[in-house]
């Protein structure tokens, strides 16, 4: 079994969603895992944001602008009338609600039910598209089996119960189509994987029904070797380690959702990334090898804090890094970076939610600074802390203000901590440092 996701570029439009018929309707069973189309979840964050903000009719006007844009969409789709016919009823039944909804009070609840309608819209739609030309399609709903448990983590045993049930149940079926991104809470309750989410929902589903392989299909030829929105000239990396991949989406590549190979890494379950409009291309292979030589890939993630906690004696006083951590256990923040002199330890976080506390706290023993709008700039490949050519990226210290550095935590990353305005400029200087002026 193959389970292929399709991204929201993929979906966006009709010319991309034939595309997507063609890439499915080749081979044998498989699931496919649908985005919103492009631009709908962002619709719909600012629909809610506009409920939150106290404005029911400019809210309204929101949701009936979005509406006519999918009435437009499913004339365009499909032709079969009796098709057409009930995926307009479908469309109308969902603005129905998101039109009551623009009443209601704010709160989370109404905010995941919301944004939940970008899947339900583009897999009813899709689904009914490859009816329409007898492919043997059925639409899996995500709240019948994509469920997280207390500690907000999907409930595996929960999905893989639920799923193969489904699954079984439909011997038929030779493309199952459920939407990404969406799912139930504990209690039962509509929720999501966060933004970028359904990248996730694929690797869930892939490792719950042992999959061959997850692809991941986007608007791009693949895993580039540095951020394609802020750097010319990067390419596509043809292979990368389930470790490799794994930091550079959590340091932000925002090609993967940063727990996209966590399902799968156990399982040893291949995740290929493809791209839609060129299927050609041979995208980037994500598996358990790793190989290659020297820094294969940049990443920067930004909204990082960082924390200087100094104390007049720090290593010489048994037991203050002990204190120092207890404290950011205690509020569940987690640390990314830290590098320590004798006498401060330097930390960064990327949740703030808690970290007025956190100061309070480390001020009863320490003298605390902390710095806001901090970038972590992550660089990664196999072996690298001790390849011949890694030095080349020291270079950017004569250019921008390196304020940590994390060298040696592993083998395989180099992080820097810097000032988000300066990100730019050092995503483009590395780029041409470590992959460029060793082409002359
Ligand atoms: P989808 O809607 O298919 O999930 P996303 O927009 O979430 O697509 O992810 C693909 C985009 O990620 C690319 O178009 C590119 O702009 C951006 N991106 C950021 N970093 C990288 C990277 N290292 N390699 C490829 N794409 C990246
Ligand atoms: N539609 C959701 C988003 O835009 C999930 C996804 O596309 O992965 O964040
Ligand atoms: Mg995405």
């Not at 583009?122 to 207390?150: C, E, H, N, P, Y």
Request: with cysteine.
């Amino acid at each position: 079994m193959l389970v292929l996701k399709f991204g929201g570029t993929s979906v966006g439009s009709v010319k991309n969603m034939t595309n997507v018929k063609n890439i499915i309707s080749e081979g044998g069973r498989k699931i496919v895992v649908l985005s919103a189309m492009s631009g709908t979840t962002n619709a719909l964050v600012e629909i809610s944001n506009t409920i939150k903000d106290g404005k029911p009719e400019a809210a309204l006007q929101q949701v009936e602008a979005l509406h006519a844009k999918y009435i437009e969409v499913v004339n365009e789709l499909l032709t079969n009338e009796e098709y057409v016919a009930e995926t307009l009823q479908y469309v109308e039944r969902v603005f129905n609600e998101l039109k009551q909804i623009t009443a209601q009070p704010h709160s989370t609840l109404l905010y995941n039910i919301i944004v939940s309608k970008g899947e339900l819209l583009s897999t009813f739609m899709f689904s009914r598209f490859l009816q329409q030309d007898g492919i043997k399609a059925s639409l899996v709903s995500a709240f019948d089996f994509m469920r997280t448990d207390r500690n907000s983590e999907p409930d595996a045993f929960y999905i893989k119960q639920n799923l193969n049930r489904i699954l079984d149940a439909n011997n038929d079926t030779q493309i199952f189509v459920t939407q990404g991104f969406i799912c139930l809470d504990a209690d039962g309750k509509t929720s999501n994987l966060e933004r970028g989410g359904s990248d996730y929902t694929a690797s869930i589903i892939g490792a719950a029904v042992e999959a061959e392989e997850v692809q991941i299909w986007t608007d791009i030829d693949g895993f580039h070797n540095n951020d394609p929105r802020y750097v010319h000239n990067t390419d596509a990396i043809s292979h990368l380690s389930f470790d490799e991949a794994a930091e550079l989406a959590y340091f932000g590549a925002k090609i993967l959702h940063p727990q996209t190979v966590m399902p799968v890494r156990d399982l040893q379950i291949p995740v290929r990334i493809k791209n839609t409009m060129e299927p050609q291309a041979f995208g980037t292979l994500i598996d358990d090898k790793a190989e290659g030589e020297g820094i294969k890939a940049i990443a920067a993630i930004d909204g990082i804090t960082a924390i200087k906690i100094k104390s007049a004696r720090m290593l010489q006083a048994h037991g203050f890094l002990k204190k120092v951590f207890e404290i950011f256990e205690k509020y569940h923040t987690s640390i990314d970076m830290i590098t320590t002199s004798e006498i401060a330890v330097s930390l960064t976080i990327d949740d703030n939610t808690f970290l007025n506390d956190i100061i309070a706290e480390l001020e009863e023993f320490s003298k605390v600074s902390v710095d806001t709008h901090r970038t972590i700039v992550c660089l990664v490949g196999n072996n690298i802390v001790y390849h011949p050519d890694t030095h080349k990226l020291f270079q950017i210290l004569q250019d921008v203000n390196i304020r940590m550095i994390s060298y040696g935590g592993s083998n395989n990353n180099i992080s820097l901590l810097i000032n988000t305005s300066d990100k730019v400029e050092t995503l483009q200087k590395l780029h041409r440092y470590i992959f460029e002026m060793s082409l002359v």
